[in-house]
């Protein structure tokens, strides 16, 4: 008579493997806003929109975005982080990881140095992403949360190298008058709304990084998804009213033309 062992055998079934970032269904799962809306709530962040002008509002936005998806041309992210970092590095930067520091104010994932040419990558960050992305019951490659935020600032190291600013490509704001001189000053915020836009194309991605910003940010002060959505609706709604205010100087710089 055979006599079965007491030793539990060992579980064979295979442990699903984490999938790609641009594989994970974000988008399906939590509230959306229209890439020019989502790019409007950073402008507003700026300490210069009080005196942008409302007229050149879209055209900022516009620019920004453009800006963004044209440098992105030709790159892609294939999932294989290592070139990748040899490539950024190969530009002239360097590229380190390290815990967020405890002084630094605001929320930091990431951060372009200039002098030396250095990208600092937050293992804080990195987490935070993790956690978020697995309380929705998916698993995702660290590479490609690191590829997330390389992305992001290798743009702002081209800036400074290749491209020129954006926030100097684009309007800038009159600060103050002395007589007949102006004294103008840029709108920093569409550098990050040119950032996420290169780093969403570069890396194939359905939504925009911002867009992952602005989800985990309402989402640890408690907002439930219907909060989130209104929030989105009303921020939809001011931006298309402050289309419509202009229709009628629109109208009539048409007429002149």
């Not at 064979?12 to 970032?21: F, W």
């Not at 609706?233 to 710089?253: A, I, M, N």
């Amino acid at each position: 008579m055979e006599r079965k062992s007491g030793r539990s055998v060992p579980s064979t079934k295979a442990v699903r493997p984490p999938d790609s970032l641009r594989e994970i269904p974000l988008d399906r799962n939590w509230p959306s806003i229209p890439a020019l809306e989502l790019a409007y709530t950073e402008l507003e962040q700026d300490e210069m929109f009080p005196r942008l002008p409302t007229q050149k509002i879209p055209h900022c936005l516009e620019g920004a975005l453009a800006i963004g998806q044209e440098a992105a041309e030709g790159l892609t992210y294939d999932g294989d982080l290592g070139h990748w970092i040899d490539r950024v590095i190969h530009t002239g930067v360097r590229v380190r990881f390290a815990q967020q520091e405890p002084s630094s104010s605001g929320w930091v994932r990431a951060q372009y140095r200039p002098k030396p040419p250095t990208i600092e990558i937050y293992r804080s960050s990195l987490d935070q992403l993790d956690q978020f992305i697995r309380k929705g019951g998916f698993r995702v490659r660290e590479d490609d949360l690191i590829a997330l935020h390389l992305f992001h600032e290798w743009f702002h190291h081209l800036e400074n190298t290749r491209l020129g600013r954006t926030d100097s490509r684009l309007p800038r704001v009159v600060r103050k008058r002395w007589g007949p001189f102006a004294f103008r000053e840029r709108l920093v915020r569409l550098r990050e709304i040119a950032a996420h836009a290169f780093t969403q194309k570069v890396m194939g991605l359905s939504w925009s990084p911002l867009w992952l910003d602005h989800l985990l940010l309402l989402s640890e002060k408690g907002w439930s998804r219907e909060r989130i959505r209104d929030h989105f609706k009303h921020t939809v709604h001011r931006y298309r009213e402050l289309l419509r205010s202009l229709e009628p100087t629109q109208k009539e710089d048409d007429d002149e033309t």
